[in-house]
């Protein structure tokens, strides 16, 4: 039989960074974010019977993080922070490596902050979550090309307010 914490720690061990940086994109504070994650795993270790393998494991720690992290905001009667997000932009485009840049991140971050949902969101688990277009479909219940039609409509409006400001 196998031991249960060497499941586990291998679990912690591959799957914990990539979970931290989007309890980050969420919280937009390191310190919720390490609260987040840390309440994620151990909620997965709980219920570790739940998954069922309809999804990635990352998918599916993405899931419980993001719930945890909704049920922390309402009991607290708190919005999401307006801070900017440590960035780590996708390397795939002119416009990700622009966003990293430090001047204009934070005008990009008040630009995405005035989009409606699902666009904020989806662009914010895409280029700074870095989640691949199946693991946001997973988490909105919905198809990959809504994924990336959603991202890419998102990315649209936002370079065209920056353009309309001068800023590309």
């Known amino acids: 039989m196998r031991d249960k914490s060497k499941i586990s720690d291998r679990i912690l061990a591959a799957e914990y960074e990539a979970v931290f940086r989007y309890a980050l994109t969420l919280t937009r504070s390191e310190h919720d974010a390490q609260d987040i994650t840390q309440e994620t795993f151990l909620k997965a270790m709980e219920s570790a019977d739940k998954f069922r393998g ?11 993080a993001k719930n945890l992290w909704i049920d922390k905001c309402r009991k607290q009667n708190r919005e999401i922070p307006e801070e900017a997000v440590p960035l780590s932009a996708d390397a795939g485009s002119d416009f990700e490596r622009k966003v990293a840049d430090r001047d204009l991140s934070l005008y990009v971050h008040r630009v995405l902050h005035e989009l409606k949902e699902p666009y904020k969101e989806v662009f914010s688990l895409r ?6 277009y199946a693991d946001i479909a997973a988490l909105f219940s919905k198809t990959e090309s809504w994924a990336r039609t959603t991202y890419h409509r998102a990315r649209k409006m936002i370079i065209e307010t920056l353009r309309k400001d001068g800023l590309l």
């Open 127 to 132: 280029v700074f979550g870095q989640l691949a």
């Open 54 to 64: 309809k999804s990635s494991l990352y998918t599916y720690l993405c899931s419980i």
